[in-house]
């Protein structure tokens, strides 16, 4: 910034103020360390660093105003001695209360310090180099600012790629910690698509991670592709955050997968939420922002293993065990009849109120309502996927032998009897734990 041209002050003046620095720098460290709490916070290091700032800026100051031309004061390197993490421990604000008590030393010398004539003169020239110093600190501190959002969006999206890949190494939890992420706990993947009407992945990215902030809430994002990813952290309950966000995705589902205690456990959930964002076509009127739980039944017609794991270990398993036979029966009754209570009771021989009682135990038993037509059809699959896991498998795909068949024995098993056969995949999966899933 180019300042005016400005008076030259007399030789007596400029000795004088040169012969001072030892004492100015003397007495703004002494009036730091009486006004600013902050100053007496920091650690014996980190206040000489902010003390040799204190007396760069002095020498600077003394420089420039013993110099026979007018030119704007070489602020900047008043910093350059100072290490870029002081940055992080003293803020902008605490920099410029540091500026302002250096001039005020020196304004309270000035009588002492001026020649005849050259109070003014004196005066001026501080207030014009606190100024020029406020903006070298914002440039400083911006410029810092800078540097670390950048690397903090690297680290963010390192963290990012290593839940979606699944890799919950060393190299992630050091990151994590860099990035405050060490202790977060209540952890969920969230994914969207990515909104068009911003230029970029950037403004997607703030404007989320802004949003949730105001919900008290962490905020890991990236975009990928065309998909806005989020990883939330510290809340239990997360489905209602987002749907109180739900404007910073684009058009189309929000999937939110389950919430898992720590980061590194995330990649359950974006498995979820990722199978969940594709499967959630199949459902025409899918609510705008949705559990991957609600999609089970999509999910699993598509393909995603765990899913079909969960609805057996969620229905099917009850139940078929032991004692629970009749609801079985029941409920196999209550689907084929199309939901009919009467045609139901026929079926089994038992009073339409029995069918009835049933019906609630199966809604107590598996949690799935089927006087409700969504989860009607969610047991439905469940019950067939049940089967066949339970169900011995005689062919392999397309109808071509299975692979433990017999390669001498060309001929199909008589009517009525199975050559050898592999077990199904559903078969092993439905032995899992319900924790497994």
């Not at 199978?275 to 739980?293: C, K, M, Q, T, Y």
Request: glycine share 6%; aromatic share 4%; proline share 6%.
């Amino acid at each position: 910034m180019s300042t005016r041209s400005r008076q030259h002050p007399s030789e007596e003046t400029s000795r004088a103020v040169e012969r001072s620095a030892g004492d100015l720098a003397t007495l703004a460290s002494r009036r730091m360390e009486e006004h600013l709490r902050w100053y007496r916070e920091l650690s014996a290091e980190e206040r000489s660093q902010v003390g040799l700032v204190a007396q760069a800026g002095i020498s600077q100051f003394i420089a420039w105003f013993h110099q026979e031309e007018s030119h704007a004061p070489s602020a900047i390197s008043i910093f350059a001695n100072a290490p870029q993490e002081l940055t992080r421990t003293v803020s902008l604000r605490q920099t410029l209360d540091l500026v302002r008590t250096v001039v005020d030393v020196v304004e309270s010398r000035v009588e002492n310090l001026a020649g005849p004539g050259d109070e003014q003169l004196l005066r001026e020239s501080v207030l014009r180099f606190s100024r020029e110093i406020a903006f070298a600190a914002a440039e400083v501190y911006a410029g810092a600012a800078e540097a670390r959002g950048a690397w903090d969006a690297r680290l963010e999206a390192l963290v990012v790629d290593a839940v979606l890949r699944g890799e919950a190494d060393d190299s992630m939890q050091s990151r994590a910690s860099a990035l405050g992420w060490g202790d977060v706990a209540d952890v969920t993947f969230v994914v969207g698509s990515t909104p068009t009407a911003l230029a970029g992945a950037v403004p997607a990215v703030d404007d989320l991670r802004r949003s949730v902030r105001q919900h008290h809430v962490e905020a890991l994002a990236i975009v990928q592709r065309s998909r806005l990813i989020a990883i939330l952290g510290g809340t239990r309950d997360a489905t209602r955050v987002v749907e109180q966000v739900a404007d910073c995705f684009g058009p189309g589902p929000v999937v939110v997968g389950p919430t898992v205690p720590h980061l590194f456990a995330a990649g359950r959930s974006a498995r979820a939420a990722l199978s969940g964002l594709s499967a959630a076509a199949a459902w025409p009127h899918a609510p705008r922002v949705l559990e991957s739980d609600a999609v089970l039944p999509e999910r699993a017609l598509a393909g995603d293993a765990p899913a079909r794991r969960i609805l057996v270990d969620r229905i099917h398993r009850p139940l078929s065990a032991a004692g629970h036979a009749p609801l079985l029966d029941t409920a196999t009754a209550y689907l084929e009849s199309g939901g009919s209570l009467e045609a139901s009771a026929r079926a089994l021989f038992v009073h339409p109120n029995t069918v009835r009682y049933r019906l609630g135990r199966i809604s107590d038993v598996t949690g799935y309502d089927l006087s409700t037509p969504r989860e009607a059809w969610t047991v439905r699959i469940a019950l067939a996927l049940g089967r066949l896991s339970a169900a011995p498998a005689t062919t392999g795909p397309a109808g071509m032998p299975s692979a433990t068949s017999s390669v001498a024995e060309p001929t199909r098993p008589a009517h009525g009897q199975h050559g050898p056969v592999d077990a199904p995949v559903l078969e092993e999966s439905s032995k899992l734990s319900p924790a497994t899933s």
